[in-house]
Structures are given as structure tokens and as C-alpha cells.
């Protein structure tokens, strides 16, 4: 064989051999596609299509949805919400901040922050926010990503 000859030949073996690797690529996804159902709970705690754990980012916007939401980035797992005065006592407004810190279902993946103005004369004023009230949000938010969880295995 010449040089020039090997040189066109060189092209076409190497689309032969990518044409094999691919069919045999497909070949073996295509046996993986038996009628078994996937076995999900396997997985169940770790749903992260967002980038954030989808139990806990549901469950993080459920439990702030009274207050308006000034952010919702569920790549970052990011949730801030506008100031938010209930009406039973406006003169006393809150804003939140929910972080979903890993792609697990675990207590330690959600921070909750929590900032209180308080009303004095027309100017709004920054006032402690007591710990049991994001530790109260945080188990809330927890609670309902567990309860979201049993309720996607148990369908």
C-alpha cells in the first residue's frame, strides 16, 4: 500500500471504528431499557434536577409562600423573601432568607435567616429575631420535604 493510499484509507477507519463504538454504545443503552420501574427509592432522598434537593426547595416555598418573594434560584437554592407584615400587626414586619446548602435530604442542607423591623413613629427599626423562630421555620420546612418524600415513594 502507498503512502497516498494509506492516507485515504486512515479517514475511513476511523469512521468505521466510531460508527462501531457508537452502535455499540447504543446497543447497550438499549438494553437497559428492560419493563422494570426504576427503583426510586434508592435515589429518593437525593431528587436534584434544580441543582438544589427538590423536597427541600418544594417545601422551602411552600412554607414562605405568605410573603412575597423577591428571589427564587433554585440552581443556587436561594429563596429571599420582600418584607412581610401580617395584618393582625403591621407595625412589625419580617423578611427571610432560606439557603438549601446540598443536594441531600438532610437537616443539616437548609439554613433559614430571618430579619424584624419594628415600627417607631413612621421609620422602620431593626429588632432582634428570637432563635426559636427560624429554628420553628426550619423544622417546618423540613418536616414538609419528609412529608413530600414518603409521599413520591409511596405512589
Given at each position: 500500500m502507498t503512502r497516498a493510499n494509506s492516507a485515504l484509507f486512515r479517514p475511513a477507519l476511523r469512521h468505521t471504528i466510531r460508527a462501531a463504538l457508537i452502535g455499540g454504545a447504543l446497543f447497550a443503552l438499549a438494553a437497559?431499557?428492560?419493563?422494570d420501574r426504576p427503583r426510586t427509592?434508592?435515589?429518593a432522598a437525593q431528587i436534584n434536577t434544580i441543582g438544589v434537593n427538590a423536597y427541600l426547595w418544594r417545601?422551602?416555598?411552600e412554607t414562605v409562600s405568605f410573603a412575597p418573594l423577591?428571589?427564587?434560584d433554585s440552581a443556587g437554592g436561594v429563596i429571599v423573601t420582600d418584607w412581610y407584615a401580617n395584618p393582625a400587626n403591621p407595625?412589625?414586619?419580617v423578611k427571610m432568607t432560606v439557603t438549601i446548602l446540598d443536594q441531600d435530604l438532610r437537616a443539616d442542607a437548609l439554613r433559614v435567616a430571618a430579619?424584624?423591623?419594628?415600627n417607631?413613629?413612621?421609620n422602620w427599626v431593626e429588632a432582634p429575631v428570637q432563635a426559636?423562630?427560624?429554628?420553628?421555620l426550619e423544622d417546618i420546612i423540613l418536616t414538609k420535604a419528609r412529608d413530600l418524600r414518603r409521599q413520591a415513594l409511596a405512589s
Open positions: 437497559c431499557g428492560g419493563s427509592e434508592l435515589q417545601a422551602a416555598l423577591l428571589q427564587a407595625n412589625e414586619r430579619s424584624r423591623q419594628i417607631d413613629s413612621g426559636a423562630t427560624v429554628q420553628k
